[in-house]
């Protein structure tokens, strides 16, 4: 079963410096900066179909360029933070 999330793609130079960050927290497992992203919703595992429908309903959305703006970093995980975010 896919897990199926949306989201925004974080521009290469704007995820070279995020991984800059990485230095200063030792033992973590980081993922390569070319999968950087925002998530805006996580769908969790769903069936191949139900896959497929939403992708193409995602391909008929238009977006408009916005600007984002990071201000600052964070983890959720509790006492074992599984993910950071900006």
Do not use: C, Q
Not at 11 to 32: E, F, K, T, V, Y
Not at 52 to 69: I, Q
């Amino acid at each position: 079963m896919p897990r199926l999330f949306t989201a925004i793609e974080v521009p290469r130079s704007i995820a070279n410096r995020l991984s800059m960050l990485r230095a200063g927290l030792h033992g973590a497992r980081w993922i390569d900066p070319e999968n950087y992203h925002l998530t805006l919703r996580f769908a969790g595992d769903v069936d191949g179909a139900t896959a497929r429908d939403f992708t193409n309903a995602l391909g008929e959305v238009l977006v408009s360029p916005f600007e984002l703006k990071l201000n600052g970093l964070d983890s959720f995980g509790g006492n074992k933070p599984r993910t950071i975010f900006a």
